[in-house]
């Protein structure tokens, strides 16, 4: 777990460095944390007044936290292929969403699963799609529901769970 002070540094990271990225501005000070050793893998979901506007993570992270946090920060904001990229008139009304990553675990029996808990990941050969725990809890999905969407994500049949996807699972700590 993080603390207060470690998630509002990482929030203030990812917000200063989109907003250098995008004005041309020097790249923010890194924050101190309490752990500034710490690896985990994370991913930054950006809104705008409510609505979708980039979410990109990296799921196992070989590097500290606040370079992970900076990475997807410039990331989502400006190669999530399903958008444009946020411009800086954008920025008085961007919200940051950090999600920290527990590592990934095989699950070796689905009803192990708690959704609002556990983001997912499916995999069949190079085919792999993530979900996070989030996903589920906003469209009130059951568990089958999500293990579908997973497969869907992973660009599978969605009952690829049921015949021979592997299945994974994280938590996340989840802060705005």
């Known amino acids: 777990m993080l603390s207060e002070a470690?998630?509002?540094a990482l929030l203030r990271?990812?917000?200063e460095t989109i907003a250098a990225h995008l004005t041309g501005g020097a790249p923010p000070a890194r924050p101190t944390l309490a752990d500034p050793h710490a690896h985990a893998g994370a991913f930054v979901t950006l809104t705008v007044r409510g609505d979708l506007r980039g979410c990109i993570g990296y799921p196992g992270a070989t590097t500290p936290l606040d370079d992970v946090v900076a990475q997807c920060a410039i990331a989502a904001a400006t190669e999530d292929p399903r958008f444009p990229p946020v411009d800086a008139g954008e920025l008085s009304h961007l919200e940051?969403?950090?999600s920290v990553l527990t590592p990934i675990e095989p699950v070796a029996d689905v009803s192990e699963i708690e959704v609002g808990r556990?983001?997912?990941v499916a995999?069949?050969?190079f085919r792999r799609g993530l979900?996070?725990?989030q996903v589920a809890t906003?469209?009130?999905w059951d568990r089958e529901t999500f293990l579908a969407h997973t497969c869907l994500k992973a660009g599978l049949r969605p009952d690829a769970w049921r015949t021979g996807a592997k299945m994974f699972r994280f938590r996340a700590e989840v802060f705005s």
């Open 13 to 15: 990271l990812a917000r």
């Open 96 to 98: 940051v969403e950090i």
């Open 6 to 8: 470690d998630r509002a």
């Open 123 to 125: 995999q069949d050969g």
């Open 138 to 140: 906003e469209h009130h």
């Open 118 to 120: 556990d983001g997912l």
């Open 131 to 133: 979900l996070l725990p």
